[in-house]
DNA sequence: AGTGAAAGTGCGGCTGC
DNA sequence: GCAGCCGCACTTTCACT
């Protein structure tokens, strides 16, 4: 797929301004990276069929949906086999209070990302949802106090 | 700010539908929640000035841009003074390989997640740039081996 | 008064040269 | 890079409740 495409300082230009702003009308992009609006559709375009722009969404606010809190947990298992793993990862992705979910190196943990609505629902979300995933042995839940820093893109 | 707004079906599908794909034309979008374009336009413009929408984006793909992986670093500081967790978290925002940051609560701990293209860049981030972060005195890293799941929203 | 549908206008995406 | 058609966003207006 989208591996190997040799990028160009336009073409970080302007991947770095969708990034910001994903609704920039290609007009407006052209003149922001200095080229006709047809030679910029052109790249645009290529860059979404190589698969390099993947796609594009909008970003809700949490708090206004009733969702303020983000906790990161790190979920160890009991056992470690195959059917274990895939047995937690399918409940994993069947539940809709996971935001996030990676295996991560070192001591076969994975650490989920989830948001809440208020203390009771965290409750509610660490002892019933995540305990009760197949396999769970222990599960060591960070609360966020402080968001220093979120981004969804790169910096190119 | 974006609080305290009630949302009813529509909004939710609104939402759910953008937040899939955030580039739906007005006309399509509006079919899909059963609505007329201009009472569909309404509601979205309204969504946005309310805040519940934040932003607009596009995603990037990671491989594609020589950025295939991802790790989480919890890091701790020696001390925990204001003037130190400010320092830090400035610093923090000033680096560009960091692309999120988040205070935890439990031990005054960071969990920080960053990018890298290779094993060497990865040695490189954590070691010339994590490390050398002001008052830091330990930096774990778990890396990413495989990404169970990832999303941008929530679902309404 | 607040919500939804219908029509007109201009900008912008997109396919030719 | 330029000129075309065409579609969609956006406004206004009207109907309903």
Redesign the interface.
């Known amino acids: ?3 190997e ?1 040799q ?1 160009d300082a336009i073409d970080r230009g302007i ?1 770095n301004a ?6 920039l009308s290609n007009v407006e992009l052209a003149q922001r990276v200095h080229l006709s609006p047809s030679a910029c559709l052109r790249r645009v375009k290529q860059l979404e069929e ?16 009733g ?1 303020p809190g ?1 906790s ?1 947990t790190i979920i160890n298992l009991e056992r470690t086999t195959p059917q274990v793993l895939a047995a937690f ?1 399918q409940a ?2 069947d539940v ?1 209070e ?9 001591s076969n ?3 989920v990302r989830f ?1 809440y609505r208020d203390a009771e629902d965290l409750e509610r979300v660490h002892g019933e949802v995540l305990m009760h995933l197949p396999g769970v042995a222990r599960a060591n839940s ?15």
């Open positions: 797929m989208g591996s495409v990028l991947l969708l990034q910001r702003d994903g609704r190589a698969g390099v722009i993947d796609r594009y969404v909008a970003l809700v606010n949490p708090k206004a949906v969702r983000t990161f990862e994993v992705r809709p996971i935001l996030d979910c990676f295996f991560v190196a070192g943990d994975y650490l948001a960070m609360l966020v106090l402080r968001t220093v820093k979120k981004t969804t893109g790169f910096e190119l």
